[in-house]
């Protein structure tokens, strides 16, 4: 066997008896039984046909060659170390399928422009929208991402794996005659500061009108008023109140996907849009205090 022929296991072994006090201690170092330690050293010596180690009644003693290689195994040790550091800083290829479900005016008011950018850095994911409002797809695997919008301070099922991304602001919109059903005007208004003009906060609540998307849309043909959130209703709808914080928007994962999330969306995109920031760890869905963001 040449020098250049040694694999790194047998160089590690070789360096870890040269260092400990005895085999018994460098087969514990390297979580191994003295018998294997002691087989390992005797089939180095024999593939490169030198006596690496004398054995006294004390134990091993290096001899002469052992000394010799010392340096040059070393040098091997260095370079196994610094490619475990490189391998561990390059970020691993991120390429396939990944089924993304989320609201619709998550997907087309506020989200689209970071789902481009996301794909134009992973340009081999291919991403699959699906648009709902259940968890039941996620926790039978039928979605792999699922951006939910919650009422402020819910947790969604500590089962789930994810991550409350950021808070919504809300604000008054529309105009005539009405309140948009079914609506709670006292709730809505809490904390929100009124123009002197705003002369709608008695006015009767008709209707019913489920979902933001039917609220927006009755807003902009002037059938009443309704609480929109602000990446929803600025776009299109001059505000009425000023706005207050609403419900959060939670980024929730199947656990072979956590990695893929922790780096997927742009949240300084998401607090001009939508809020303040509210930074967690990545893991299981209830809330936990602030930590680094990946």
């Not at 951006?147 to 947790?155: D, K, L, P, V």
Request: glycine share 8%; with cysteine.
């Amino acid at each position: 066997m040449n020098l250049g022929d040694v694999p790194w296991d047998d160089v590690r072994f070789f360096l870890a008896t040269l260092r400990a006090p005895s085999l018994r201690q460098a087969a514990e170092d390297l979580g191994v039984s003295h018998p294997t330690a002691s087989r390992r050293v005797r089939a180095l010596e024999e593939g490169l046909g030198l006596q690496l180690f004398e054995r006294r009644a004390d134990g091993l003693h290096p001899t002469a060659e052992a000394m010799e290689l010392a340096a040059a195994a070393e040098e091997v040790e260095r370079a196994m170390f610094a490619l475990q550091r490189v391998a561990k800083s390059v970020e691993p290829a991120i390429r396939g399928p990944v089924h993304l479900t989320m609201t619709q005016p998550l997907a087309t008011d506020l989200l689209m422009p970071d789902l481009h950018a996301f794909s134009l850095r992973y340009p081999e994911l291919e991403l699959h929208l699906q648009i709902n409002t259940e968890l039941s797809n996620l926790a039978a695997r039928e979605a792999d991402v699922a951006i939910r919008g919650m009422a402020a301070g819910r947790s969604p099922d500590p089962d789930l794996m994810g991550r409350r991304a950021v808070s919504t602001s809300w604000a008054v919109y529309g105009s005539g005659a009405c309140w948009l059903g079914p609506e709670d005007r006292r709730a809505m208004f809490e904390g929100a500061i009124l123009s002197d003009e705003a002369d709608f906060f008695d006015l009767p609540v008709r209707g019913t009108y489920p979902g933001i998307s039917l609220k927006r849309a009755a807003c902009l043909a002037g059938v009443g008023y309704a609480r929109l959130p602000c990446f929803y209703g600025d776009p299109v709808l001059p505000r009425r109140s000023s706005p207050v914080q609403g419900g959060d928007i939670w980024v929730l994962v199947t656990p072979n996907c956590g990695e893929i999330c922790g780096c997927a969306w742009s949240e300084t995109s998401w607090s001009m849009r939508c809020g303040v920031i509210n930074p967690g760890s990545w893991g299981r869905s209830r809330v936990t205090p602030p930590g680094p963001k990946r």
